[in-house]
């Protein structure tokens, strides 16, 4: 139990969509990161947060966006959704000088 | 620029048996060196982790890893297989200031009866 919970667990959607998920952290933990896991795959950074601000990004487009908000919960938008968007989206948060991300179980996104 | 090297994406032991897990890496400046594992359909949990103490490192469920700096490595051990460790392992590796992981493509761990 880590204390992170993502939602919803499984998702499916049609390419073209745009979709929003969420990410729900421990008290405390200022900073959030989101990582998408295609299959078969190391998880690959996608950006990350600290206190609302977005303060470190991966090789991702734009059309990969995210919040985060001061109850400690956040959310990552995807645009214009691909096949290739089809991955696990990981959710890992941290405390203010913690040097251990804690990661919830995962957004399963299938895009047909 | 970081990066993670795992060599094999599949190991296979006995139980009972000694597991290895290789991991090397690239980093420029001093690294932070972590060990993940993933059961299916599930997220990541923290095997233990390397940030500039001990260069042996003990973690939960038996298993333990060593900083080599000479070698860029960060093998995973655990003396004996059990069946609950089938599972994906990952090696990751940060540095202090910053909250980007680097991982590597996982190894995946089958025991064998």
């Known amino acids: 139990e880590t204390g992170v919970t993502q939602s919803p667990t499984h998702l499916i959607k049609t390419r073209g969509q745009q979709v929003t998920l969420r990410c729900s952290s421990q008290?405390?933990?200022?900073?959030v990161s989101w990582y998408q896991q295609a299959l078969g795959q190391g998880p690959q950074f996608i950006f990350q947060?600290?206190?609302?601000?977005?303060?470190g990004r991966g090789n991702f487009p734009p059309r990969f966006s995210g919040l985060q908000f001061p109850n400690y919960s956040s959310e990552l938008n995807v645009n214009a959704l691909e096949l290739d968007d089809s991955a696990l989206y990981l959710c890992?948060?941290?405390?203010?000088?913690?040097?251990?991300?804690?990661f919830g179980q995962g957004t399963r996104l299938t895009v047909v | 620029a970081q990066s993670v090297t795992q060599l094999g994406s599949h190991v296979s032991v006995s139980e009972g048996a000694l597991v290895l897990l290789r991991c090397n890496y690239s980093?420029?400046?001093?690294?932070?060196l972590f060990w993940y594992v993933q059961y299916p359909n599930q997220g990541l949990q923290l095997l233990l982790k390397?940030?500039?103490?001990?260069?042996l490192v003990k973690g939960i469920n038996g298993f333990e890893a060593e900083f080599k700096k000479s070698e860029t490595s960060f093998h995973l051990t655990k003396p004996s297989a059990h069946m609950s460790d089938a599972a994906e392992y990952f090696c990751?590796?940060?540095?202090?200031?910053?909250?980007?992981?680097?991982f590597g493509t996982g190894t995946r761990l089958t025991i064998i009866p």
């Open positions: 980093s420029s400046v001093p690294p932070y």
């Open positions: 390397y940030t500039s103490a001990a260069t």
């Open positions: 947060y600290y206190r609302e601000e977005e303060n």
């Open positions: 990751a590796v940060g540095w202090r200031g910053n909250e980007k992981l680097t």
């Open positions: 008290s405390g933990h200022n900073t």
């Open positions: 890992a948060s941290r405390p203010t000088g913690g040097t251990e991300a804690f």
